[in-house]
């Protein structure tokens, strides 16, 4: 088995304590995002398969969150007080894997399998992977997880923490609404969403389909407290992580204004880059744009 399950085994020290804004180390997640960037596209390269302007928008909130936010008790991702967090879109996955191979998590000749017939790690994330809390892929689903998991930290007096990141299409399916509901209801302040407002879905503006604004106000409407962020500033974005809960017996959402594509000058909010696959010239050109993000 090409995975690891415990920091022990991977030599990644995971926060044990909530992190200071001082703690925070810029460059080490400028570099971690980078390194994640280009680990994306390369094995798109190979695969021919991914969504590569979905995970690019991610790459920064998902680095920070582990960075700095997720905790594993004994470094172990297995632990039953491990905080959970839950990509509900499920479609930026190599993302998520591509930080968990960079963090030591898993070996990097794991992702020689995804996307491929047969192989361990599928276009969505599956829970048969280490370190991968539900299968998502089908939006909509990762806020109900979420707020099911918290109930049940709550029940089982557990302090651990609940995270999940949505993409904002994703918030035109009705179950997430009836979960924000829920989770005002019950005051779960141990949750916090993370909307990647990246204000493109498959093909067309958000605003276009069917008009998310005001969101923030919705959330609010919803009985959640609510910030904003840029979503590619690393500092930024651990700054609103260090401030969780952002009001007691309020479950809490950050909107991470982004940018679908990010990185990379001809995917930058271009929705044909939701799917779209570069061809060999266009990967070089990709990466040229990435090592510039670098200086």
């Known amino acids: 088995m090409t995975f690891s399950s415990s920091h022990a085994e991977c030599g990644f020290d995971a926060p044990s304590v909530p992190l200071r804004d001082s703690d925070f180390d810029v460059d080490a997640a400028r570099g971690l995002a980078l390194r994640v960037r280009k680990r994306c596209l390369e094995v798109t390269k190979g695969s021919r398969f991914g969504h590569l302007g979905p995970d690019f928008s991610a790459v920064d909130l998902l680095c920070v969150l582990y960075l700095t936010a997720l905790r594993f008790p004994s470094g172990d991702m297995r632990h039953a007080d491990r905080d959970r967090f839950i990509l509900s879109k499920g479609h930026a996955a190599l993302a998520l894997y591509s930080v968990l191979v960079e963090l030591n998590w898993w070996s990097p000749t ?32 990762g ?130 880059w939701h799917h779209k696959l570069p061809s060999a010239a266009e990967a070089e050109s990709a990466l040229q744009d990435l090592l510039q993000m670098d200086t």
């Not at 995804?114 to 048969?128: F, K, N």
């Open 110 to 141: 794991i992702l020689d399998s995804y996307g491929r017939v047969g192989g361990l790690l599928g276009g969505h994330p599956s829970c048969t992977s280490p370190g991968i809390e539900t299968c998502t892929g089908s939006l909509g689903h």
């Open 143 to 272: 806020l109900p997880f979420a707020v099911g998991a918290a109930l049940a930290a709550r029940t089982q007096s557990s302090a651990r923490k609940v995270f999940v990141l949505v993409g904002d299409g994703e918030l035109q399916e009705g179950s997430n609404w009836e979960a924000a509901m829920l989770a005002a209801t019950h005051g779960l302040d141990a949750l916090t969403v993370v909307i990647d407002r990246n204000r493109l879905q498959q093909g067309r503006p958000t605003e276009e389909v069917n008009r998310l604004e005001p969101l923030a106000g919705k959330w609010r409407a919803f009985g959640w407290s609510v910030t904003e962020v840029d979503g590619h500033d690393h500092a930024a974005i651990a700054h609103c992580l260090h401030k969780l809960p952002l009001a007691a017996g309020r479950p809490s959402c950050i909107i991470a204004n982004t940018v679908k594509g990010k990185g990379v000058s001809f995917m930058e909010n271009n929705p044909a």
